[in-house]
């Protein structure tokens, strides 16, 4: 979805985009009017990459297409063939979504990742990751980050009275709120279990909203492991299962703090629409996660699965006498540093020298 997003705002700023996905995707499904021409590669028609490489290179040619912006993983090795084989003038850009995670540093991931010109990391951890995992060099790095758009944050019409009345969420509970898919690496169990524990040993009316459905095409089973463990631990009428809105102001509105229990996130724009929208942030101390939060500048930062440091950062976000202050420097980071205007002029920036230079 946030290719989709890129791809209508540079539209917006006057570029050409064309949009290349799998058939009978959620991309593709969702595309609209977000591209200005849509080209399907389905895998089933395709089984080859001497096939792939033909289709790429007619479509290239049909849409004269100056830049390949590459935003998966996967498809670096068919982009990068391209480049050495059908067109070395073209420029390459990976925009990273995902950590290297494993040393890239052999033979065939050196000549891969050679064709690319810019690489685009989100976050300064990550530029850092693929300089100690790969063999790119750091003059090729750029750290743009992903962006949101600050007004939809800012200008929300919801009031926490309506957004839980909208949400059928009691009024006078404090609710932590979960923003995502179920899945077991998000860590929604551990929220589960910390609410049991703040039941057992603290004073006031602690309940949770999850918001989100199953990952798609990965079953439901960590859904309804979630339902059961809160219908073992007796938290029934404590733990409100919702599904995603359309406008997200509604859930953020509902809570009174953002949690972040994911077992590692590579970005984490979900974390930087709650500093966005005025809520206070606790999230796990690791990766995006860590830096968005700037190391616990403008939120609190728990151990991985851990529910008494959970409990610790929630008991400290609560009574923090400075926390109106923290949350509205979380608030001007997020509309600065994480904007729609910073992202997109950062890659017109990399796009503009892409295809200067291919002219000259």
């Given at each position: 979805m946030n290719t989709l997003k890129l791809a209508r705002w540079l539209r917006e700023?006057?570029?050409?985009?064309?949009?290349?996905?799998?058939?009978?995707?959620?991309?593709?499904?969702?595309?609209?009017?977000?591209?200005?021409?849509?080209?399907?590669?389905?895998?089933?028609?395709?089984?080859?990459?001497?096939?792939?490489?033909?289709?790429?290179?007619?479509?290239?040619?049909?849409?004269?297409?100056?830049?390949?912006?590459?935003?998966?993983?996967?498809?670096?090795?068919?982009?990068?063939l391209y480049k050495r084989f059908y067109d070395g003038d073209i420029g390459l850009v990976y925009q990273q979504h995902m950590?290297?995670?494993?040393?890239?540093?052999?033979?065939?991931?050196?000549?891969?990742?050679?064709?690319?010109d810019v690489w685009i990391s989100p976050l300064a951890y990550l530029k850092e990751e693929t300089l100690r995992l790969t063999r790119v060099p750091e003059e090729k790095i750029e750290v743009i980050p992903f962006g949101i758009e600050p007004e939809a944050f800012l200008?929300?019409?919801?009031?926490?009275?309506?957004?839980?009345?909208?949400?059928?969420?009691?009024?006078?509970?404090?609710?932590?709120?979960?923003?995502?898919?179920?899945?077991?690496?998000?860590?929604?169990?551990?929220?589960?279990?910390?609410?049991?524990?703040?039941?057992?040993?603290?004073?006031?009316?602690?309940?949770v909203l999850f918001m989100g459905s199953a990952t798609i095409n990965e079953g439901d089973a960590f859904s309804r492991s979630l339902h059961q463990q809160v219908k073992d631990a007796g938290l029934a009428d404590s733990v409100h299962f919702r599904s995603y809105a359309e406008d997200v102001m509604v859930f953020f509105r509902a809570i009174e703090v953002f949690a972040m229990p994911s077992h590692g996130e590579t970005f984490g724009m979900v974390t930087v629409e709650a500093m966005a929208a005025g809520v206070p942030v606790i999230g796990t101390d690791k990766d995006g996660t860590r830096e968005i939060l700037g190391e616990g500048q403008y939120g609190r930062l728990f151990q991985k699965d851990d529910v008494e440091d959970f409990c610790r950062a929630l008991s400290a976000t609560q009574h923090d006498p400075e926390l109106a202050g923290k949350v509205k420097a979380a608030q001007d980071v997020a509309c600065t540093a994480y904007s729609k205007k910073g992202m997109v002029s950062g890659i017109i920036q990399v796009l503009e020298e892409m295809v200067d230079n291919e002219v000259a």
């Open positions: 700023a006057g570029w050409k985009v064309h949009l290349i996905t799998a058939g009978d995707t959620p991309v593709h499904r969702h595309a609209g009017d977000a591209p200005s021409s849509l080209s399907v590669f389905s895998e089933q028609g395709m089984p080859g990459k001497g096939a792939q490489l033909r289709a790429l290179n007619a479509w290239v040619r049909r849409f004269k297409i100056h830049v390949l912006f590459v935003p998966y993983n996967k498809d670096i090795a068919v982009a990068s950590q290297v995670g494993v040393r890239k540093r052999d033979l065939i991931h050196t000549l891969r990742y050679a064709m690319i200008d929300s019409a919801w009031t926490r009275e309506a957004a839980r009345e909208a949400l059928s969420l009691p009024q006078d509970a404090y609710i932590i709120g979960v923003l995502g898919r179920l899945d077991p690496k998000k860590g929604q169990d551990l929220v589960i279990r910390a609410l049991q524990k703040l039941r057992g040993t603290a004073t006031g009316n602690y309940q």
